[in-house]
């Protein structure tokens, strides 16, 4: 599981001072570059000739209010890997370690000139291995 934390600014919530639902994809997905800084690929992973990686499919529950000012835990997993796509698993939770917010995406590596599904590398794969959630 790779883990990071962050603070909910003010320009994330709504008027009465809860994060705003759709601002939670931009706090995983931060979480996410994170992550994949931490691989120290060779080859940039967002910006490069060879793939693109789209998310397919997405879903969040909320289950607790996240206010302004709170620190929040953001733990995330892999769920599924396969040869060309993954599955993430975000779970964050406030201070008091309360699951706030369980999302989950699907991401498939495609070629950037066909747009059709391809392998992703070694070296991201191995990456990837390591938050492999172990049920």
């Not at 599981?1 to 001072?17: E, H, L, Q, Y």
């Not at 917010?101 to 950037?112: A, I, R, S, W």
């Amino acid at each position: 599981m790779f883990k990071t934390m962050t603070r909910i600014k003010f320009s994330d919530c709504d008027p009465a001072g809860i994060l705003f639902f759709g601002r939670v994809y931009e706090l995983c997905h931060s979480a996410y570059e994170e992550m994949i800084s931490g691989f120290h690929l060779a080859e940039d992973y967002w910006s490069n000739d060879d793939f693109i990686v789209p998310i397919i499919k997405s879903e969040a529950h909320y289950h607790q209010p996240i206010k302004y000012g709170e620190e929040i835990s953001i733990e995330i997993s892999v769920k599924i890997l396969k040869s060309s796509s993954f599955e993430l698993e975000y779970l964050l939770k406030n201070r008091d370690e309360v699951e706030c917010v369980l999302v989950n995406t699907v991401h498939v590596f495609v070629d950037k000139m066909t747009w059709k599904k391809k392998a992703m590398k070694n070296e991201i794969a191995k990456g990837f291995e390591k938050y492999l959630a172990t049920n």
